[in-house]
C-alpha cells in the first residue's frame, strides 16, 4: 500500500501558483520524497525528489517540512498544460528502485 | 532519443489466448519494471528486473511472466489471458549510478489492452 496521503482532488488558476500537499507521516530516515504526475493517461513524468532539504528544479519546487512527516509540491505559474494526476511516493531507493503509487491528486488548471 | 518504447500500442484478446508485450530502453539502463494501470487507481508494480537475466516479483505478480534476456529489453508474457487483466501497461527503466543512487523511473507511452 501506498504510503502517503494526498487530497483527491484540487482547482488551480492559470497562471497562479499551485501547492499540492502531501502527509508520510511514517517516513523513515532514509526514505526520500519522489513526485511524479501523469498527464492524460500517458506515462507517468518525474517531476522532483528531495530527503530533507528543499529542492527546486526547472519543473517545480519541493518543500519538506522539519520532522518530514509532509512535503508540499509548487508548480509557481500553472498553466492549463499543468492539469494532471500528481503522486507523492516515499521511497528508500534500495533493491531495484521501486515505487509504489498511490491513487494521487488530480490537479485541475483552470483558464 | 526515442527513451521507453512499448509495443503494441493497443490490443484486444480473447479470454485463454497468450501474448507478449515487448518494451524497449535506448538509455543504457540496468533497471526496468512492468506496471499495470486499471481505471481510477495509481499504478501497480507486476514485475522487476535489476540487469540482464535477473527478474523479480512486484506487487501483483500473478497471471504474468517476464524475461530480459538482453539488457535493452523487457518483455512481460500473458500465458492465458483473463478479463481481469484488461488494463493499461507501463514499462519504465531506470539507472542506477553509485555516486548518485537516486535516479528516476523514465516510462513508456503505456499499452492498451482488453480481453474479452
Known amino acids: 500500500d501506498a504510503k502517503t496521503t494526498q487530497p483527491t482532488s484540487m482547482d488551480c488558476a492559470e497562471g497562479r501558483a499551485a501547492n499540492l500537499p502531501c502527509n508520510h507521516s511514517?517516513?523513515?530516515?532514509?526514505?526520500?520524497v519522489y513526485w511524479y504526475r501523469q498527464i492524460h493517461s500517458q506515462g507517468p513524468q518525474y517531476i522532483i525528489h528531495?530527503?530533507?532539504n528543499n529542492e527546486t528544479n526547472e519543473m517545480a519546487s519541493l518543500i519538506i517540512t522539519e520532522d518530514r512527516k509532509s512535503s508540499t509540491l509548487i508548480l509557481p505559474h500553472a498553466t492549463l498544460r499543468d492539469t494532471a494526476v500528481y503522486y507523492c511516493?516515499?521511497?528508500?531507493?534500495?533493491?531495484?528502485?521501486?515505487?509504489?503509487f498511490g491513487a494521487g491528486t488530480i490537479l485541475r488548471v483552470k483558464s | 532519443n526515442a527513451g521507453v518504447t512499448q509495443t503494441p500500442k493497443f490490443r484486444v484478446l480473447k479470454t485463454g489466448q497468450s501474448m507478449t508485450l515487448l518494451c524497449a530502453q535506448d538509455?543504457?539502463?540496468?533497471?526496468m519494471y512492468w506496471y499495470r494501470q486499471d481505471p481510477g487507481m495509481g499504478l501497480r508494480l507486476i514485475h522487476y528486473?535489476?540487469?540482464?537475466?535477473?527478474?523479480a516479483k512486484g506487487e501483483v505478480p500473478d497471471g504474468y511472466n517476464v524475461s530480459r534476456l538482453k539488457k535493452q529489453n523487457f518483455l512481460l508474457g500473458l500465458e492465458s489471458a483473463a478479463p481481469s487483466q484488461t488494463s493499461v501497461y507501463f514499462c519504465?527503466?531506470?539507472?542506477?549510478?553509485?555516486?548518485?543512487?537516486?535516479?528516476?523511473?523514465?516510462f513508456g507511452d503505456g499499452t492498451r489492452l482488453s480481453i474479452l
Open positions: 511514517t517516513i523513515s530516515g532514509n526514505e526520500y
Open positions: 528486473s535489476v540487469g540482464e537475466g535477473t527478474t
Open positions: 519504465a527503466s531506470s539507472s542506477t549510478l553509485r555516486a548518485y543512487r537516486h535516479q528516476p523511473q523514465h
Open positions: 538509455m543504457n539502463h540496468e533497471y
Open positions: 511516493i516515499t521511497t528508500d531507493m534500495e533493491y531495484g528502485n521501486k515505487l509504489v
Open positions: 528531495g530527503l530533507k
